[in-house]
């Protein structure tokens, strides 16, 4: 298996601009999370989907962002409009509730908005 | 509320000495409890996971971690510390059948020629 994939790895924007993260969970996982991490604020959960449907936004920063599951293999999460304080990296991972709940994590798209 | 505490933010060992990084966790009841390491630029890889029974349990790359109701810590050791162990380690802990994490702040380990 290819592990969790995310796209693209590094992206660069002004602040005002839409940005959109893309991730491929593991095939056959049921849960799929997305987490920010910054030095000041360290992994934070943002969204959590279950079976393509968000159980847990509470940590979605703002009106800003929002995450999409359209299937089994594929989520978003967009910031729109972005802002500096926006920079992070954003992490995608997958499990699944039937065997371990061990979460595989993808390699990160750095986000830097200036 | 829940949380996992990682007492030291940066540690230094010396390569081939032993190491211990600390974890502390507060839950209602005892959570699965994990131990990630991340390398600069990568994701985070399981180390090792504590669901129940022994309370030591091993791990990939040499590592081992003991639970401890009674100090509520789940403490990461290895014996012999190698250069290319040098890397962030994070703590977590999971509600029995939920599945989000909490994560703590991290442990961020140098190794010393």
């Known amino acids: 298996d290819a592990g969790v994939i995310q796209s693209p790895r590094h992206e660069v924007t002004e602040m005002g601009q839409e940005v959109t993260l893309r991730c491929k969970p593991i095939?056959?996982?049921?849960?799929l999370f997305w987490y920010r991490q910054t030095m000041m604020r360290g992994l934070e959960l943002l969204i959590y989907?279950?079976?393509?449907?968000?159980?847990?936004d509470s940590g979605m920063p703002e009106d800003r962002f929002s995450a999409k599951m359209p299937n089994a293999s594929f989520s978003t999460l967009k910031i729109q409009p972005s802002e500096p304080r926006d920079s992070a990296v954003y992490f995608c991972?997958?499990?699944?509730?039937?065997?371990?709940?061990?979460?595989?994590f993808g390699p990160g798209t750095r986000l830097t908005v200036t | 509320a829940q949380s996992v505490t990682q007492p030291d933010i940066h540690i230094t060992v010396s390569e081939g000495a032993s190491l211990e990084l600390r974890c502390n966790y507060s839950?209602?009841?005892?959570?699965?409890l994990f131990w990630y390491v991340q390398s600069p630029g990568q994701g985070l890889q399981l180390l090792l996971k504590?669901?129940?029974?022994?309370?030591l349990v091993q791990g990939i790359k040499g590592f081992e971690a003991e639970f401890k109701r009674s100090q509520s810590s789940f403490n990461l050791r290895k014996p012999s510390v190698h250069w290319s162990d040098a890397a962030e380690y994070f703590c977590a802990a999971m509600n029995s059948g939920y599945s989000t994490l909490t994560f703590g702040k991290g442990t961020m380990l140098l190794v010393s020629p």
């Open positions: 504590y669901f129940s029974g022994d309370t």
């Open positions: 839950y209602g009841a005892t959570p699965y």
């Open positions: 095939s056959g996982h049921n849960s």
């Open positions: 991972a997958s499990s699944s509730d039937e065997i371990d709940y061990e979460q595989y």
């Open positions: 989907f279950n079976n393509n449907v968000p159980i847990d």
